[in-house]
């Protein structure tokens, strides 16, 4: 794990979480704008991480703190290349150490409800599904929310 912030990415950061948004979103053209302004809508206790490999940032996540006492992986995205060795559970692992440095109850995280590879990633990671939330992603489009305990 290269480096955590409480605000935005290095300019070499941005450029590279824009590149895996690219590759892993649906976004594709507006994957800057996407970025640029969840960045510009952190809130105070949020916290950016970016796991590097031979500096270049491959792996991304946003936490932010829940209403009630979790801490939520709000983003997380590895660029397809660096998929399936370890740096989501790293990136996750990460959030475990946060979440219990702020004396946090569980960690949390939301997908599509049909987002199987997701869910498959969160499941094998000890998450349990905790929710759905009706039209997250818009009409029709529901949210499945994961808990993890860690305290």
Do not use: C
């Not at 996540?61 to 290349?81: F, G, K, R, Y």
């Not at 989501?88 to 960690?107: E, F, P």
């Amino acid at each position: 794990m290269a480096h955590g912030k409480n605000s935005s990415l290095r300019k070499k950061d941005f450029v590279d979480y824009v590149a895996v948004l690219e590759k892993t979103t649906r976004w594709k053209k507006n994957a800057a704008s996407m970025l640029t302004g969840r960045l510009e809508q952190m809130k105070k206790g949020e916290q950016v991480w970016v796991a590097e490999v031979d500096t270049r940032g491959v792996g991304f996540m946003i936490l932010a703190p829940n209403h009630d006492d979790s801490l939520e992986v709000d983003w997380l995205d590895v660029h397809p290349d660096f998929q399936r060795l370890g740096i989501g559970t790293l990136l996750l692992k990460k959030a475990v150490s946060v979440a219990k440095a702020k004396k946090k109850q569980a960690l949390s995280i939301h997908t599509w409800e049909s987002n199987q590879k997701t869910l498959g990633f969160a499941y094998k990671n000890g998450f349990e599904k905790y929710e759905t939330i009706k039209n997250f992603y818009g009409k029709r489009k529901d949210a499945v929310r994961l808990k993890k305990n860690i305290l």
